[in-house]
């Protein structure tokens, strides 16, 4: 697709890897891209402000907590998702489908949807793709994905029954979704398995979707069968059409899948571990709690020009970590965002460049996970 | 004193009530001034960035949390506080005395000092008149305080040994400060009772500190009290040096302080209250947890500047304040810092235009405590 609001501009191709431009209502997405995540309309102790700092576009909010609390229709009536927590770019959410899915004995499932309970009061719940392409709508992002089953990786069974079901309900997404201002993006599902996949990446594919998510990954599978599984999907998928790796998003993975064509990234990973004390670099992460760090006057990363690296050092870091200070968590996320987006930013300028390859090769050997 | 780190100039009064400038190493300070609090080398839940965006001058910590931990040395080894905390504008550190004398059981007070156990590993430590000043010149703040003993307000014969032993320690730390570019205030104890506070502001005035302070204040009596204490007080501190009221912010005693002829004010309010919830405003504080405000799509306040009136809507940062985001504490302390500070430039404001009594007048009418 591509309507007056939507449009995927393919800049450079390096191998599989590609940079592109991806036009929404809320401004441009320069492709590959890394988008933090701010599950009840806010990104984890960073201000908008700070976010736009560090260089984010996309901002992925959870569709599933977002209904419970506040309420998709007071977020609609406060004028959408965009105003109500103050980010003027590009927001995705994605269909709660993983996160109810994922509430083991408080949810049932039947073929017309998911029945759960709500984890903040006990009340019962119901999701449908009608109604979980409907809560989008009125939460109003410019990337809304299809209610979808993500079932255990490696049970072949359970894989093919949930697959098959996330087929049937991304029609009933696609009949159900009316704004045009939205891009409804499928979702391709079938766990480890090349013939699922393939099965799944075909038939969402020829749904016609605005742009693609490879689901049911990173949730237990080894990072083979992710790799090889992302590598194989993107050979099925169209190639005009932007490809978006869900809730993947540590550096190494950032890698892999940009070098197997993945266009959009969203991972926790960066502001958890930033409560949790962990600082991310180009080259693996530290432990900012380490007592190593108690007199060291130089930033986490040297060559990073984030607000954090440019005035902390890692032994007032490491002081506000042992004072149970905010501002250890705000510091050490926008350092971590910042690393992130970075990341994206200079994997397409080397694609843009035509040298992606080393680019990767240089990086994962640096990199210490 | 007016070294050449120092100088304070009147520059206009209007009743009892001071505008000046108070300059020091590191800038100017437009008096009267509200200093939020850092009390462990940060402001809690803001950054330096936004510290200075509310309008922020002069920052308070404390010395008996920073000598604790991560400890003075460490600190002066990495280039003092304002370096270290990342503050480029004018820091006052207290002496440690009120927090060594808070900690009932746990301290032991002799005529050379006091003796306490640390909260955080129970280890034992002293300060002296001497150690508390150097320990301050360590931590290099442009103000620092005399170590004084702070008294039970109501308690006379207490209040008069306590007082003793503050005049005896004031020399003792005078003689002991060597650092040219900060300025050493002497504190006036003496609790309720004016013969006792004469005494000590006559005292404290003959030592010629370069600027006073006013100790033993907002610690339990009544606001009757405190308002007669400090307008006694005043009355006999010298016009010519800056006043300092420790530890009083609320709206109403700023106010009241100014009307007194107050020059520097510092509290915990403004951050505290934001993490309970709490907005402050120029007519009372709010509630923000209220069920009220649930689909107010209004700001806190809406004459308010300051980027969290700019952006966030009531129903928002009650939703943050339900959902025990970090972002809460953020956005409120923000607002709660700027309305201080901005009462504080509007006071000056008033004085300098000869109008401060029915600004003052007005202010108190329309505040709901």
Redesign the interface.
Known sequence: MSNRFFQFDLLAQDGQARAGVFTTPHGDLHTPVFAPVGT???V???????LEEVGASLVLANTY?LYL??GSQ?IA???GLHE???WPQPILTDSGGYQVFSLAGMRKIDEDGVTFKSYIDGSMHRFTPESATAIQEQLGADIIMAFDECAIPDQYDYSLKAMERTHRWAERCQAAHTRQDQALFGIVQGGIFPDLREKSARFISNLDFPGHAIGGLSVGESKTDMYRTIEFVNTILPVEKPRYLMGVGSPEDLIHGIQRGIDIFDCVLPTRLARHQAAMTFTGRLNLLNSVH??D?RPIDETCVC?TCQ???R??L???I??K???A???ISIHNLHTLIELARRARQAILEGNFQPFATSFLENYKV
Chains 1, 2 share one sequence.
């Open positions: 009840q309309a806010t984890k102790a960073v201000t908008p402000a700070q907590h609390r506040p007071l009536d406060l004028g109500y927590m103050q108690t007199r006057p607000y005035h902390f050092s032994a007032y490491r002081h506000l042992q004072a200070e905010i501002l968590a705000t510091l």
